[in-house]
């Protein structure tokens, strides 16, 4: 992703946000555009990576209800490594490097907190190159933009 | 990812505060200190510090704030989310 995103640009994703059902027909009548318009921008769009149109699930309804950060010092011979062992993961909803005290950063979304205390005392006590680790539980969630989220 | 710690209000008050900021893509309260971890989507350095030392800061009961800066994101699983808040 990185070109600019135009005016028009921008209301077909707002109006795709809005409703990510409404026709390329009705997009185009809300702007003044022609229908061929919306579709060669739609297609862009999705080919840079700026938008994509998914379905997104509320996580009660799959019954993820704990969730904590897991912050880890990790050798960093092993950083890759480790990352991606945790990307492979079920139990992790977002992994990344980061830089500071912990350089591996990630999200365990699970279903409850004994699923939580398994992934942490048995699947991660089994990696190399982990120093130390440090886990945050979530107690609320006051805020979550699904709208606006990094597509690999 | 920022670690808000808060001194002298509900960190729940300040929690809505801070997701009140656009920038802010989601806010989540921690039982202990940081009480708030909040995720940030900068377009750079320069916004990220424009963040933190403008609407961020002067959220009332903030004490401290650490950042946890992402350098590759290898995981963003966008299909979960709670339709309640």
Known sequence: MSDELDEIDRRIIEILGADGRTSNRSIARALGVVESTVRKRLKRLENQKAMRLAVVCDARVLQIEAFAFLRASVAPSHTRHVAQWLSSLDETSFVADAIGQYNVVALLSVHSRSELADTILEKLTVLDGINSVEIREIAGITKHRWDLVRIP | ?85
Not at chain 2, 36 to 50: G, K, Q, V
Not at chain 2, 54 to 81: C, F, H, Q, T
């Open chain 2, 1 to 85: 990812m920022l670690n808000i710690s808060v001194q002298g209000r509900d960190a729940r008050a300040v929690a809505e505060d801070v997701g009140g900021i656009e920038e802010v893509a989601s806010v989540v309260l921690l039982l202990g200190t940081p009480q708030i971890s909040a995720m940030i989507h900068a377009r750079d350095r320069t916004h990220l510090h424009e963040l933190i030392s403008g609407p961020i800061s002067v959220v009332a009961g903030i004490a401290k704030i650490e950042a946890d800066v992402m350098l590759n994101i290898w995981k963003y699983r966008s299909d979960l989310a709670r339709f309640d808040l």
